[in-house]
């Protein structure tokens, strides 16, 4: 019930394209879903996050699609980038869970020129 | 601002050594620390969890004997790999929890440990 599945494994995008990548969760108990980007040898860095109140957050080319009945979520990365290739991991935590993230298995993403 | 230092971003032991790895929140209080350990091209794993001040929460499956950490402060948690052997050779990543919020989480560069 812990588990956050993401998909896909990878991803081979054209630059200047839309990326997308999806995530389900099945506790209902998380109530936050951060985003994180992670290049080789270096740690996760946050990216974008959300609320289950709210069904889409944008920030800049990043946006983030909640659906609570489905409990799915999703990031669209607009208009590609070779500097957006890179891992990204969604997560879920819970209030009540004293910080502590649960991630996804992460999605290689490779945006060509 | 929440900024998370490791030290040191990279390491070379010799098998039956010890390694410390120390992680710091520079700019802001975290009463939670979290290690998390990556092997290549696979996601964090989760290794503990430790509260200022408390023992560390150990997660299923990860030896406390050979894993021990130290949250002595309120910016400062170590990890040190006790009798180390290559199949410890990982990257860990700690994170820092900020105090008082549900969420905020940080996580640090990474320490690259290669046991020989």
């Known amino acids: 019930q812990q588990q956050v599945k993401q998909s896909p494994q990878s991803l081979i995008v054209q630059k200047g394209g839309i990326s997308i990548i999806n995530c389900a969760y099945e506790n209902t108990a998380f109530d936050y879903f951060p985003w994180y980007q992670q290049f080789p040898g270096k740690g996760p860095a946050l990216l974008i996050a959300i609320r289950p109140d709210v069904s889409e957050k944008k920030e800049g080319r990043f946006t983030i699609s909640f659906n609570k009945?489905?409990?799915?979520?999703?990031?669209h990365i607009m208009d590609s980038q070779p500097g957006d290739s890179a891992t990204y991991f969604c997560a879920a935590s819970a209030a009540g869970g004293y910080q502590k993230v649960t991630f996804g298995t992460g999605t290689k993403l490779q945006v060509i020129p | 601002g929440a900024v998370v230092s490791q030290h040191p971003s990279w390491v070379i032991c010799k098998s039956g050594t010890s390694v410390k790895i120390e992680c710091r929140s520079l700019d802001f209080q975290a009463t939670t620390m979290f290690w998390y350990r990556q092997f290549p091209k696979q996601s964090l794993m989760l290794m503990a969890t430790s509260n200022e001040g408390s023992k560390a929460t150990y997660e299923q499956g990860v030896e406390k004997d050979k894993f021990l950490i130290n949250h002595a402060?309120?910016?400062?948690?170590?990890?040190?790999?006790?009798?180390?052997?290559?199949?410890?050779?990982?990257?860990y990543i700690c994170s820092a929890g900020r105090t008082g919020s549900s969420y905020?989480?940080?996580?640090?560069?990474g320490t690259r440990l290669t046991v020989t």
């Open chain 1, 69 to 75: 009945s489905a409990k799915q979520f999703s990031l």
């Open chain 2, 104 to 109: 905020e989480q940080y996580f640090g560069p």
């Open chain 2, 73 to 91: 402060s309120l910016t400062l948690s170590t990890l040190t790999v006790t009798s180390a052997h290559p199949e410890d050779s990982s990257f």
